[in-house]
């Protein structure tokens, strides 16, 4: 079974400083990782992926995301804060396809992290 | 930038009544989803489409739910006799593989739907 967990519910910075959202997950399997990010009254957007190639992932809008295996972390960053990154952030994990199952892309999401910039 | 659509934006409905939400996905994906956000939880899988079949699917997802893909381009979620709980918004999404590189879930932007 796969899940995640979003450490903060709420995250506040001020603009111009670094972000941190953290997110852990647990998966039987080698994991694809997400993030996604859904601004008000919009879908839910993209920002990064992790498919098991290089370990720190570099997405939109100046985020980056560092996969790290041993601590089974997946922790999403920004060195500086803009208003407009205020939104809800997702971390998502999806199972890779393996010998004893399979997967048909059912994502797993985390529960969630609102960040608030403050000018 | 081609993306996935979804009609309508609210659905309100009386307890007990079908609810069809619509939504087209990326013309080129193969892969097709629905998921759920009940207000104040995590968004959830319903069920996943390839091939004109369910490939997979949740416990939520039970007899009352159903999927079809009616024509080359819509993708629908049908509700046979909506409860209280199934107030939730609901989301479309679309990838054009499971694997590899090009893996990702394209989402659309949701149907409020409210069940009275």
């Known amino acids: 079974a796969q899940s995640v967990t979003q450490l903060d519910s709420h995250v506040s910075v001020s603009e111009g400083t670094p972000v941190l959202l953290r997110c852990n997950y647990s998966?039987?399997?080698?994991?694809?990782l997400f993030w996604y990010v859904q601004h008000p009254n919009k879908g839910l957007q993209l920002l990064l992926k992790?498919?098991?190639?290089?370990?720190l992932v570099k997405g939109i809008n100046g985020f980056e995301a560092e996969f790290k295996k041993s601590e089974t972390s997946f922790h999403l960053t920004k060195p500086s804060a803009h208003m407009s990154d205020a939104a809800e952030y997702f971390c998502?994990?999806?199972?890779?396809?393996?010998?004893?199952?399979?997967?048909?892309?059912?994502?797993?999401f985390g529960q969630g992290t609102i960040l608030t910039v403050h000018p | 930038e081609p993306e996935v659509t979804q009609t309508p934006s609210h659905q309100v409905t009386q307890m007990g009544q079908e609810v069809i939400l619509r939504c087209v996905p990326i013309?080129?994906?193969?892969?097709f989803y629905w998921y759920r956000q009940i207000l104040g939880q995590k968004v959830e899988f319903l069920v996943s489409?390839?091939?004109?079949?369910?490939?997979?699917k949740s416990e939520i997802f039970d007899d009352q739910f159903s999927v079809e893909r009616p024509d080359g381009s819509n993708f629908t979620l049908k509700i046979r006799s909506t409860k209280l709980e199934d107030s939730a918004m609901y989301f479309c999404?679309?990838?054009?593989?499971?694997?590899?590189?090009?893996?990702?879930?394209?989402f659309g932007p949701g149907t409020r739907l409210t069940v009275l």
């Open positions: 998502v994990v999806r199972t890779s396809t393996n010998a004893g199952g399979t997967s048909y892309g059912k994502l797993t």
């Open positions: 998966s039987s399997y080698s994991p694809s």
């Open positions: 999404a679309s990838s054009k593989r499971l694997a590899g590189d090009v893996n990702e879930q394209f």
């Open positions: 013309s080129n994906h193969l892969y």
């Open positions: 489409f390839y091939n004109n079949e369910i490939s997979e």
């Open positions: 992790y498919t098991s190639a290089a370990t």
